[in-house]
Each structure stands twice: as structure tokens, then as C-alpha cells.
């Protein structure tokens, strides 16, 4: 195989993984369609979250996972010395906060988003690997190649997408993807 060859192999893959998370993106700015500030920061179930703040929380979750991407578990908080404090912040990224619209929160997603295809076309290919940071639910020592990173964000994104349709069902009876 050439170069060029492997170049335009490696390239296809971004393509495709990329391809899946923009489908996941979609969906998940498809369930805000029409709502006002007000409504994507109401909780309609029993947890904390609303559908501005599920954005929000996708939006760190890609920025978080682009700083590893390019800095190693060095890009990300050590979460095992997260304080009470470091917490409480944490989850004030599932909710829309006072003074927050949701034309922003859409916004900074677009822009991780933008930040996030960016990177990853950049990359010779998806086999570099960094340890994960240390963290409550990641096994120590265990290591993550680029594309792991981005079979994570799909499936995490997908799984905010189902989490923001019920959400928005229970609002108002739209649903996202039926």
C-alpha cells in the first residue's frame, strides 16, 4: 500500500467516525428545536436534567475529550481529587443556569463541535493512545486510542439523545425520532 493510499484510508476513517457523531449531534440539537429558554432548562422527570443542560454537558464532554486527545489524561482533572466544590460545578454543566439561553448553549456546542472535526482531521490516524486520567469509573492504567475516544463520544452523545427525547416528549409530546 502507498502512502497516499494509507493517507486516504486514514482520512476515510476520520470521515466515518465523524460522520456517526454529526448524526448523533443532530439528534441531539433536533430536541431543542422550537423550545424557549425557559423550557430547555425545565426537568420534566425525575432527574436533574433538562434538555439545555444534557447540550451543555455534551458540549464539555467533547471539549474534555479533544484536550485528551491532544494533551494526554494531563487535559483532564485528576477526578479522584475533585472536591465537594469541583462537584457541585460539575453538575451545574446538566443544567441551564440563570442568565443561559439556549441559542448559546447551541452555539458553544457548534463550536466544540467545529473545535472537535478539526482536530481529528488533523490526526495521521486514530491509533495514538494516552492513559485515561484518573477517575472513579476508569480501571488504573488502563489506555484509550484516539478512536476509542471517538466510539465514546458516539455512544455517549447517543445515549444524551435518547435521554433528551424523553425529556422533550414529557414536555410537550415532541418526539426527536419518531
Known amino acids: ?3 497516499e493510499e494509507t493517507l486516504t484510508r486514514a482520512q476515510d476513517e476520520h470521515a466515518d467516525w465523524l460522520e ?23 426537568r420534566t422527570t425525575a ?11 455534551v458540549t464539555a464532554v467533547e471539549r474534555n475529550w479533544v484536550r485528551f486527545i491532544q494533551h494526554g489524561p494531563s487535559g483532564l482533572p485528576d477526578y479522584t481529587a475533585m472536591t465537594e466544590q469541583d462537584w457541585a460545578q460539575r453538575a451545574e454543566s446538566f443544567r441551564m443556569l440563570p442568565g443561559e439561553t439556549l441559542a448559546g448553549v447551541l452555539a458553544a ?8 472535526d478539526t482536530v481529528v ?35 455517549e452523545t447517543a445515549q444524551h439523545c435518547g435521554h433528551a427525547d424523553i425529556i422533550r416528549e414529557s414536555l410537550d409530546g415532541a418526539q426527536s425520532m419518531a
Not at 24 to 42: I, K, N, P
Not at 47 to 57: A, N, Q, R, T, Y
Not at 126 to 135: C, I, M, V
Request: net charge negative; with cysteine.
Open 47 to 57: 432527574s436533574e436534567l433538562c434538555v439545555g443542560g444534557l447540550i451543555k454537558h
Open 121 to 155: 482531521f488533523s490526526l495521521p490516524d486514530l491509533n495514538a493512545s494516552w492513559p485515561l486520567p484518573k477517575a472513579p469509573w476508569h480501571e488504573p492504567g488502563t489506555e484509550w486510542t484516539i478512536r476509542r475516544v471517538l466510539m465514546h463520544l458516539v455512544a
Open 109 to 116: 456546542y457548534e463550536e466544540a463541535a467545529r473545535a472537535t
Open 1 to 3: 500500500m502507498t502512502d
Open 20 to 42: 456517526g457523531l454529526a448524526k448523533q449531534r443532530h439528534f441531539l440539537r433536533f430536541t431543542a428545536r422550537d423550545l424557549t429558554d425557559e423550557q430547555a432548562g425545565l
